[in-house]
Every structure is written in C-alpha cells, then in structure tokens.
C-alpha cells in the first residue's frame, strides 16, 4: 500500500483527546473579540453554574483555567497547601504516578502507597493510615477517580467514607479527569473538596482548559495556604469571575465550545450519558471476552465505562497492533503507558460516540491483531459487541 492519505474520517478512539461534535466546531468558529467589553460576562457567567450541574455541587466553586488538566492539579494545591504538608496518595497508574511526580516536584510530602496496576484506591489502607496520623499531619487525600492508563475506576464515595471513619481532617481531592461528563460523579454527595477535569475528554472539547470544582472547606484552606502561585491564584479568578471576567486573556473559542459542550451534556441529560457510556463499555468488553483476552483490569468491579485497556497475549507487541490499526486502517488506538507499555492497547469510549462508531473501533482493533498474528477468531469481537448492543438498545423505534 502507498503512503498516500487514507481517505475517510480518523477513527480516534484514544481516551483523549476525544471526538469533537460537528455543533462544537462551529461554536469555536468566532472571530477574535474584546474580552473586557461589557457583553462578554454574557457568555461568561452562565458558565460557572452549568458547570456545578455536571459536578453536582450546590455550595463549592467552579473553576475555568486555560490550561490542561495538570495545570488543575498544580491549581488544586498550591491554592491549598504549603510546602512540606503531607499528603496521601495511591499510586497504580501512569495518570496516578504523575499526580505523585507533580507534589514532589512542587515540595510535598507524598505518602506513596502503591497498589498493584489494574486495581485502584484501597479506603481502608487510607483509613488505616490516617487514624495513626494522631497529629492530623496529613493535611489531603489525592485519589484518581479514573486511571486512563489501565482502564480503573475507583469508589469515590468509600474513600470519603473512610476519611470520614478516621475521623479525620484531610481534603480529599479527586482526579477526574477521564470521569466527569462520563462517569456519574458527586461533588458535595462524595464529601470531594477539590475535583479536577480537563475539557479534552467527556467534555468533547479541543484539550487547552482546566475545570474545576472546589468547595468551601478548600477554599478556606486556601486562606493560610503557603505556596507561592500567581498564574493558578483562586482569588483573582474568583474576583474576576464574580464580573463575568478573567484576570488574563482567556481562551475564547474553548469557552464558546465548551457552553456548546454543556449544552449537549444537558440535552442528552447527565443520568442518560452515563446510561449511553455504560452500554458502550459493555460491548467492547464483550468483545474482549470474545477475542479470549483479558482487560488490564484486574476484577470486573474495577472496570471503566470511558476506557477499557486490553492485554495482549505473551509474545505480542501492543504497539505494533497500534501502528497496523493507524497505518492500515486510519484507527488510532491508546498506547500503554510505563509499566503496561507494549502490554496493552486501549480503547477509549467516552464523549461524542454512539454503537456503530465503536463497532467501527472494534473491528479495526480485531484486524490490527489478526494482522500481527494474535490469535483471535475473526469477526468474534464484532458479534459480540452486536449482541450486546442489540439486546439493551438506548433508542427504541
């Protein structure tokens, strides 16, 4: 085959950045305009309690940086804690590890416990650890809801919950970067005191703002909080915010796409999104089942409904399943990451997608694998995933 284009549409099914729906190119198709005028806080304002709607918070604040989602985690915590405060944080993920690499870097101290990649946070190891922190040294909790990186979503609610059981002071704060506008999430129901997500994700936007949820605890924190910050300050965005403004220019076209992107959140409805990710992840792990492969995830409560990471047989090259679907088949799959690298390949399910397109990633996935020689029935995964989609339709006619 030549090297010319392959015609027809990039099937990305990565876990992000994810596809863009045709309504929010258009959205982010506006010229440059004056973001001090006095009409600009008509876009600006509505923003911020659509955005509590998704996170499901009655009393926190909602935060837009333009930034990525790693620039919301150095937001969260320099606007919170000082250098050398202790924190605890459960590694079993690229995603995770980088969260841990981030309060290093920045003078924490990081209580590391780490537990075994395709698992995710253990309450009752925290439980465990904050009751012999007599002293309430540890000053937060840094759980990730969904490890990207192996296809885990952790129980939220029991790490509250066991924080909550210690008796214990600590902010929990969430990575919710591959969950919120997916996944069912609850702010204020979960006790979370600082949620962060990125726009690039379930929020069906071009990667570049950082969305956070931060509560009334946190922000308190925030006022004897010693790290230095300037750039991720909650003060001068609170103040310009409450305006209908930004302390610095902001990313413009990303704010029209992402009232764009609420819009379509609140159309399809929030309980039916989730509902619509749940039946997507079904089929392709059907699927995998099928294929007689195994997700990396390790016991079916661990499971992801945006990503499933798949573990290719002894022998194999998940990147070179990688780089047949792209090259052969225009189907750009999630590559593993660390520790699974060259052990997995992922398929990300989350944002703008619907049955057919997933069956589209399913089958170039079973062709990428026939192609380097893994044994799998071909067709297998494809009827699977049918049978699947067939039997619990989201749409009836």
Not at 140 to 165: F, M, P, Q
Not at 203 to 225: D, Y
Not at 259 to 287: C, M, N, P, T, W
Request: hydrophobic share 45%.
């Amino acid at each position: 085959m030549s090297n010319s284009r392959i015609p027809g549409k990039n099937f990305l099914f990565v876990p992000g950045p994810t596809n863009l729906p045709d309504r929010v190119v258009r959205a982010m198709a506006v010229p440059s305009e004056d973001h001090r005028s006095p009409i600009f806080p008509d876009l600006v304002k509505p923003l911020f309690p659509a955005l509590k709607k998704v996170f499901k918070t009655e009393t926190g604040a909602a935060f837009i940086f333009p930034a990525s989602g790693t620039g919301g985690w150095e937001a969260a915590i320099t606007n919170t804690l000082s250098p050398g405060d202790k924190v605890i944080a459960q590694r079993f993920g690229q995603f995770s590890h980088l969260w841990i690499d981030l309060c290093q870097r920045i003078g924490l101290d990081v209580i590391k416990q780490e537990r075994e990649w395709g698992t995710g946070n253990d309450p009752e190891l925290i439980e465990e650890t904050l009751k012999a922190d007599k002293n309430h040294e540890i000053k937060a909790v840094l759980a990730t809801h969904n490890e990207t990186a192996t296809g885990v979503t952790s129980d939220i609610a029991a790490v509250r919950k066991a924080i909550d059981a210690a008796k214990h002071p600590a902010l929990l704060f969430v990575d919710g970067v591959s969950s919120v506008g997916s996944l069912p999430f609850e702010m204020d129901a979960w006790g979370v005191d600082v949620i962060v997500s990125g726009s690039q994700k379930g929020f069906m936007l071009p990667a570049g703002l950082a969305l956070l949820g931060v509560s009334e605890k946190a922000l308190k924190a925030g006022e004897t909080a010693q790290m230095r910050r300037a750039y991720f300050e909650f003060k001068d965005m609170l103040n310009a915010n409450k305006q209908g403004y930004f302390p610095y220019t902001p990313a413009l076209p990303l704010l029209y796409g992402l009232k764009e992107s609420l819009s379509i959140l609140f159309e399809e409805g929030l309980d039916q999104v989730y509902k619509r990710h749940h039946h997507l992840a079904e089929g392709v792990r059907a699927a995998v089942a099928a294929w007689g492969l195994k997700p990396c995830a390790k016991e079916p409560k661990w499971n992801s409904d945006t990503v499933t990471a798949i573990v290719v047989p002894e022998g194999f090259d998940a990147a070179k399943v990688i780089e047949i679907a792209y090259k052969r088949y225009n189907l750009a799959l999630g590559a593993g990451l660390s520790e699974v690298a060259g052990k997995v390949f992922r398929i990300g399910h989350l944002g703008d997608l619907n049955e057919l397109m997933v069956l589209g990633a399913v089958a170039g996935a079973e062709m990428a694998m026939l192609d380097v020689g893994i044994p799998v029935t071909a067709g297998s995964g494809v009827a699977a995933a049918q049978a699947v989609y067939r039997a619990n339709p989201l749409l009836t006619v």
